[in-house]
């Protein structure tokens, strides 16, 4: 069965570094996402990215980040300068059409120090 | 008042009883309704998709949508050990990509 894979599945970064976490999203999917989960809280929306731009974008989606479909395959979430507070699981997710199910990759544990 | 309300739990069980999880939400505009499950370190794995008002069964599972209160459920049926893990509900609206998710319930099953 098609899965979402994400890498790594553990960063850990100095605060102001850049990270750049990945996702291989399934193959025939359109619609794709990047979501945070702070420890112990809820999944939250960061962005959804369609026909290689972004569609919609939370208030948490500042300057600090980006997304890029760079080769067709892999889908990108950049932080600029990290800070603390970015210390999450960042989960990526796709859909195939609008108004069907996302699924989710295993997530990437952030850990700025 | 928050999109989506979820009782965190924690909710403990012996194997083999109903289970029922419950999310309310406060904007009318939803239409479609999910049930992720996720364990720990995990990603969310979607166990139930239903739009708007009704029921869908799945198994052990059944999604219940009130959309005149507001409220949706998770019935999990003779309860497994291996069904210890948080149940996330999220909706959506009919236009836009954007998901809205409770907190999570987290639940246990004792052998």
């Known amino acids: 069965e098609p899965e979402v894979t994400q890498t790594p599945s553990h960063q850990v970064t100095q605060m102001g570094q850049e990270v750049i976490l990945r996702c291989v999203p399934i193959?025939?999917?359109?619609?794709f996402y990047w979501y945070r989960q702070i420890l112990g809280q809820k999944v939250e929306f960061l962005v959804s990215?369609?026909?290689?731009?972004?569609?919609?974008k939370s208030e948490i989606f500042d300057d600090q980040f980006s997304v890029e479909r760079p080769d067709g395959s892999n889908f990108t979430l950049k932080i600029r300068s990290t800070k603390l507070e970015d210390s999450a699981m960042y989960f990526c997710?796709?859909?195939?059409?609008?108004?069907?199910?996302?699924?989710f990759g295993p997530g990437t544990r952030l850990t700025v120090l | 008042q928050k999109e989506v309300e979820q009782d965190p739990g924690p909710l403990s069980v012996p194997e083999g009883a109903i289970v029922s999880l419950n999310c309310t939400y406060s904007?009318?505009?939803?239409?479609?309704f999910m049930w992720y499950r996720q364990y720990s370190r995990k990603g969310p794995e979607l166990l139930m998709y239903?739009?708007?008002?009704g029921n869908k069964e799945d198994g052990r599972f059944t999604a219940q949508v009130d959309k005149s209160s507001k409220y949706i459920s998770l019935f999990i049926r003779d309860s497994q050990p291996s069904d210890s893990a948080t149940y996330l509900c999220?909706?959506?609206?009919?236009?836009?990509?954007?998901?809205?998710f409770g907190t999570g319930t987290s639940l246990t099953v004792i052998p």
């Open positions: 239903t739009y708007s008002s």
């Open positions: 990215f369609y026909n290689n731009e972004i569609s919609e």
């Open positions: 193959s025939n999917h359109l619609y």
């Open positions: 997710a796709c859909q195939r059409e609008t108004l069907n199910e996302q699924f």
């Open positions: 999220a909706m959506r609206r009919n236009t836009g990509n954007q998901f809205y």
């Open positions: 904007n009318s505009a939803f239409q479609y």
